[in-house]
């Protein structure tokens, strides 16, 4: 069974940092793009990142880029995504996302990131 | 970056109903298309990719049509467990991007 359990999640304030982990199980990870996707209160899902399988491509939002790294180790079966300057707007739940063929299959049941002095 | 919207925003339908939810990409994205299903709390769950193609488990009163900038999503005949959120989701290019949703409400 495939199971993706994030961590990290917190209060933060504005300009601060934090960082998520996803922990992978169930499938071979490092053979598996990954991605984070997250969603604000009450809003829809924008997509943040993601990383291909073996770690040598990465992508980002227009918002988040320069702010925000994904990184991953296949080692660990660990996705991460380091945040830097916060804003209020990067309030939201953030579900790491693991992909087949490009579409996103499992979903991780999501940690919250508040940003809030 | 490619633009995709939803419409309507809501709709309001009872069990039984046919209903279909339209999604339109700023460019042609060719069938690289996605919908899914949320309910609140929830995480998303993948429904239709490749436009058409219904994922493992989905029921087949589910259906997505179109190619290019126009898609559909179908639902034939609504069941109560159907009222949730759906998202289109374009995986053409990067960045990735979602429509803005359509809640669907029970009448």
């Known amino acids: 069974e495939v199971q993706l359990l994030e961590s990290g999640g917190g209060l933060v304030q504005p300009g601060g940092s934090l960082s998520l982990s996803c922990a992978a199980s169930?499938?071979?990870?490092?053979?598996?793009?990954m991605s984070w996707v997250r969603q604000a209160p009450g809003k829809g899902l924008e997509w943040v990142s993601a990383?291909?399988?073996?770690?040598?491509?990465?992508y980002y939002a227009d918002s988040v880029k320069g702010r925000f790294t994904v990184s991953r180790d296949n080692s660990k079966s660990t996705l991460y995504l380091q945040m830097n300057s916060l804003r209020a707007e990067d309030t939201a739940v953030y579900y790491c996302?693991?992909?087949?063929?490009?579409?996103?299959?499992?979903w991780g049941q999501g940690t919250l990131v508040t940003v809030s002095s | 970056d490619i633009q995709m919207t939803q419409s309507p925003s809501s709709v309001s339908a009872s069990v039984g109903d046919r209903v279909t939810i339209t999604c339109r990409a700023s460019?042609?994205?060719?069938?690289?298309l996605a919908w899914y299903q949320q309910k609140p709390g929830k995480a998303p769950k993948l429904l239709i990719y490749a436009a058409s193609s219904l994922q493992s488990g989905v029921p087949s009163r589910f259906s997505g049509s179109g190619s290019g900038t126009d898609f559909t999503l179908t639902i034939s005949s609504l069941q109560p467990e159907d009222f949730a959120t759906y998202y289109c989701?374009?995986?053409?290019?990067?960045?990735?991007?979602f429509g803005q949703g359509t809640k669907l409400e029970i009448k």
């Open positions: 169930g499938f071979t990870f490092s053979s598996y793009a």
């Open positions: 996302v693991t992909s087949r063929g490009s579409y996103y299959v499992y």
């Open positions: 460019q042609g994205i060719s069938g690289w």
């Open positions: 989701q374009q995986a053409n290019s990067f960045p990735r991007t």
């Open positions: 990383i291909i399988n073996s770690g040598g491509s990465t």
